[in-house]
């Protein structure tokens, strides 16, 4: 509740001011939104859009906190049946075939009249793209967005004879420092951890990608979660706890392992760069942060939430939601939010402005996911998702807990993805 | 009394009833109807119609291996909580109600996990259960054992979760029994003594039947909250590893909210329905009749 109040006031004030203006004219928008890492991300949102609002007096906007990413959709998609439809929403960028399913959304495309309304619709990082797009259409603009790096603890690198400079490059140097590591501290610290719980397949993908390869089509009505590429990478994962013993057995709580790597238990973690702020203020020793390490490439896949807009809205409503969302994805505003979060700047324009460069030159690490989206892909989307997503989790968690070989885990869920996805494989 | 005035009694009854009937009505008569109709009717894809399938989807439902493992995780869960929490209830209800030292702070501590709020008491749970970090591998760790992935491990995961559970529920059921004790009249204690009776006999032929409703009306609350774990899976390990700790209310929420498959939520609501029917039915014509009221 505490936090809702200073929305409230901004509201109210943001009312008062339009009544005294008297616009015949202005337009209410509802949007709901998420936050899925710690932090007063609400105050920040709601600061924007007190100022947005004093900006453009005939735009009003009701920003709604809704929880994480699912609680977000379901509050979307329950006011979408109760016929109470918001204009605009930030979900979670992979919701994009679900939402086009129900029919949903409205393309961008359809939307911009200008030139200068395209030029800002190709502004962003392709790589961020990639998930808010079907059939060169685009239904998502890119908001809080992440890849996954590799943090790692210098003074551990160090204590064990380790260059503390030197992050892994690839997956054999991975592996042998994390031993190195692990054999160094008397099996007292971990070398290395990988979280397995929450968003396994994110996790997987990356692997699967570093090796090469990618899981999904890109109209979403396939996978392949059994080619060898993948089976090898899942292979390469569950040898660091069985082969290596430098990452502990059984599933890694997503959760609780920022707190492992601040205590110091483990060494190395791959984890959002969302979690970047964090860490930099809780760290008690030196740390780095780098891209993940490579098989036969480079590789993360992107994460994080785009912003949408309905369709059941008018064309009125649906102009002044892009003038709200060009508005909070402009340069000087993605530079802002990305300073506060750790999530990336979403366009190379939020790169060139003088906050964003000062605060990179600062605290280099600030940089590493917007490095690594040079080598970045789309996330785990299709249809049926949800359904797809548990699958792959499901056979990743089987394999790292021993209870399946990788080969026969990913079988598996390729069989059950099959079985699912068959009627959208025209 | 005459026609009108026996009318107007039966008004007042029915008014008086009025306002119960409506809230039932509404939040547990239709929407109970609406998903047994859900649950008979299979959505068009892309803007098609929907489509009356009869049992079909119960079909499907049957030969899911993930809905028999989610069930037979329930029925794991409900034995392995709810006998435990009833006897450690008792036990700690026995204690507190005997005359000791700082009683009224034992009774608050060993209520305190029911007033937690259950997100809460997941998260601190978390970080007990956590590997490394957490507090009961370094206690085992203190003690010389390794430690264990409490829940990252499919062998241990659902254990963990139970006895959580158990801890959360104990203290609850003990408020309870402590009120019933309480009303058991002292007479009966001194009639004992006088004629020399044992403790432990004591307890089993008086205080244990005189407890029956009590201990049948906890039985039916631990039953229901068996079936309505939710909360803590969120928190604690979302129903993995591999669906270890995925319980059937879980499944419902991941059915209808994460794969949007509403039809198959209705599905195994009504397959819950019908369960929780029979055992209910059970209840009120094998047990109750069993059972010693005052």
């Known amino acids: 509740m505490r936090l809702r109040i200073p929305f409230a006031m901004t509201t109210l004030a943001a009312g008062l001011l339009s009544a005294a203006h008297v616009n015949a004219n202005s337009v209410d928008l509802t949007m709901y939104y998420p936050v899925s890492v710690g932090g007063a991300l609400t105050d920040v949102v709601d600061n924007l859009v007190a100022e947005f609002e004093s900006e453009h007096p005939d735009i009003n906007v009701e920003a709604i906190y809704a929880g994480n990413y699912d609680d977000t959709r379901v509050r979307a998609m329950s006011a979408i049946e109760a016929g109470d439809t918001p204009q605009l929403s930030v979900l979670f960028s992979i919701d994009l075939y679900e939402l086009i399913e129900q029919n949903a959304i409205v393309a961008f495309d359809d939307l911009v009249e200008t030139d200068e309304e395209r030029e800002w619709l190709n502004s962003f990082y392709p790589g961020l793209m990639e998930n808010g797009q079907l059939d060169g259409k685009t239904y998502g603009i890119p908001f809080q967005r992440s890849t996954i790096v590799l943090f790692w603890n210098k003074d551990a690198f160090e204590a064990a004879g380790l260059d503390p400079e030197t992050p892994p490059e690839n997956w054999q140097e991975m592996a042998d420092m994390a031993t190195t590591v692990r054999e160094a501290s008397n099996g007292e610290q971990w070398g290395v951890m990988v979280p397995s719980t929450g968003y396994p397949y994110w996790m997987f993908q990356a692997f699967a990608f570093q090796n090469g390869h990618r899981l999904m089509s890109d109209d979403g009505t396939e996978v392949y979660f059994n080619d060898p590429a993948a089976i ?53 020793f030196d740390f780095g942060v780098a891209m993940l390490p490579m098989s036969t490439q480079r590789g993360s896949p992107t994460g994080g939430g785009n912003f949408y807009i309905f369709e059941d809205t008018s064309e009125e409503e649906q102009r002044a939601a892009m003038t709200f969302i060009r508005w909070m994805t402009a340069p000087e505003r993605a530079a802002a939010w990305s300073i506060e979060t750790g999530y990336m700047g979403v366009s190379p324009a939020a790169y060139e402005t003088d906050a964003l460069q000062r605060y990179v030159e600062e605290f280099p690490p600030a940089a590493v996911a917007r490095d690594q989206l040079e080598h970045g892909t789309a996330e785990l989307s299709t249809y049926q998702g949800g359904r797809i997503r548990r699958a792959l989790d499901n056979a990743v968690q089987a394999a790292l807990t021993g209870q399946l070989s990788p080969e026969e885990a990913l079988n598996q869920a390729q069989q059950e993805a099959d079985s699912v996805l068959r009627r959208y494989a025209r | 009394m005459s026609f009108t005035d026996h009318r107007k009694m039966q008004l007042y009854g029915a008014l008086l009833l009025l306002p119960a009937a409506i809230l039932l009505a509404t939040f547990a008569y239709l929407p109970t109807i609406a998903t047994v109709v859900n649950s008979l009717f299979l959505p068009g894809f892309r803007g098609a119609p929907t489509q009356f399938v009869g049992l079909e989807n119960y079909h499907v439902l049957f030969d899911d291996p993930t809905f028999w493992k989610v069930a037979r995780n329930n029925l794991l869960y409900a034995l392995g909580t709810i006998p435990t929490s009833i006897a450690l209830a008792l036990a700690m209800a026995l204690f507190v109600n005997g005359k000791l030292r700082g009683r009224g702070f034992v ?48 062998s241990v995961a659902l254990g963990s979760v139970i006895v959580m559970s158990i801890w959360k529920e104990a203290g609850f059921f003990m408020i309870f029994y402590l009120a019933a004790l309480q009303g058991i009249p002292p007479e009966l204690k001194e009639a004992s003594d006088l004629e020399g009776t044992s403790r432990w006999s004591f307890f089993w032929r008086v205080t244990f039947p005189l407890l029956m409703p009590t201990t049948l009306f906890v039985l039916i609350n631990a039953l229901i909250n068996a079936v309505r774990v939710v909360d803590h899976l969120f928190i604690l390990t979302k129903g993995g590893p591999n669906n270890a700790t995925n319980l059937l209310l879980y499944y419902v929420y991941e059915n209808a909210f994460s794969f949007f498959d509403r039809t198959m939520a209705a599905t195994i609501t009504v397959v819950i329905l019908l369960v929780l029917a029979v055992v209910a039915t059970l209840k009120f014509t094998v047990l109750d009749r069993r059972t010693h009221y005052q």
């Open chain 1, 232 to 284: 090898e990478a899942l292979e390469y994962w569950v040898s660091l706890s069985t082969e290596h013993e430098a990452m502990p057995s059984g599933t890694i709580e997503w959760g609780t392992l920022r707190q492992n790597f601040l205590e110091q238990s483990t060494a190395m973690m791959w984890h959002t760069t969302g979690n970047l702020t964090a860490v930099r203020s809780d760290a008690t």
């Open chain 2, 107 to 154: 009774r608050m501590a060993y209520f305190t996990p029911t007033i937690l709020p259950m997100i809460a008491a997941a998260n601190i749970w978390m970080f007990f259960y956590a590997p490394q970090i957490g507090l009961f591998n370094t206690l085992l760790g203190a003690l010389g054992f390794s430690s264990v992935n409490w829940l990252g491990d499919p």
